[in-house]
């Protein structure tokens, strides 16, 4: 099965704006992989962020948005928050079959 | 309220079976794919099986195939994943999560396998 790839950790300064990307090991992330994105804080179930590539729901905070960049799908913060330091895992679509990418921890510092 | 909540969870010998279940409230299960997700102690996010609305359509990691089986019941507003011939690496934690518009997840049912 795909793996999919996002940065293990990055570190942003508070009001500060990151990229956190998804990319798979053998092509380009699409808009057909559909691209969700999602937060876990520590000892919580995730929470879904992002669906198809770029929509969000009620609960996401405004300063979050997903996309599509240089082949891979991206997440945006902009303005980062002390309450956005968290694990945020990519999820990618391949027909009926799921890949999560490994995760990436951001630091808010 | 929106809730979505797995039980079926506990300590099991390797080799042995367990049935968890995902009940939704509050809205319906029956317009979204639903996935199975599973988290190891201090590890990330694994994908288990996903079935689709309506149940036909089901699609499992390899290393499940053929011990796990995914279902559904939209009458009773619920997923099912009915694992056997469990392993000491099955142990985690078991979310299920609707897909889409949808996008909510379960808190999470904790599956230990261990003589």
């Known amino acids: 099965q795909a793996v999919v790839t996002q940065e293990p950790s990055l570190t942003v300064s508070p009001g500060g704006t990151v990229t956190l990307t998804c990319g798979f090991s053998t092509g380009a992330v699409t808009s057909g992989h559909n691209p969700y994105w999602f937060q876990q804080k520590p000892g919580q179930a995730p929470r879904t962020l992002i669906y198809?590539?770029?929509n969000k729901y009620s609960w996401t905070p405004a300063r979050f948005s997903g996309s599509l960049l240089g082949g891979k799908g991206a997440l945006t913060l902009t303005g980062a928050q002390p309450e956005d330091e968290a694990d945020y895992y990519c999820?990618?679509?391949?027909?009926?079959?799921?890949?999560f990418g490994g995760g990436t921890k951001l630091t808010v510092l | 309220e929106v809730q979505v909540v797995e039980s079926g969870g506990g300590l099991v010998l390797p080799g042995g079976s367990l049935r968890l279940s995902c009940v939704a409230s509050g809205f319906s299960f029956s317009g979204y794919w639903v996935t199975w997700a599973r988290q190891a102690p201090g590890k990330g996010l694994e994908w288990v099986a996903s079935t689709n609305e309506d149940g036909r359509v089901k699609q499992y990691v390899d290393s499940v195939k053929g011990r796990f089986t995914i279902s559904r019941d939209n009458a009773m507003n619920s997923v099912f994943l009915q694992m056997s011939s469990l392993r000491a690496e099955d142990t985690a934690v078991y979310y299920c999560v609707s897909e889409y518009k949808s996008g909510h997840w379960g808190q999470g049912s904790l599956v230990t396998v261990s003589s």
């Open positions: 198809d590539t770029t």
């Open positions: 999820f990618l679509l391949f027909g009926a079959a799921r890949v």
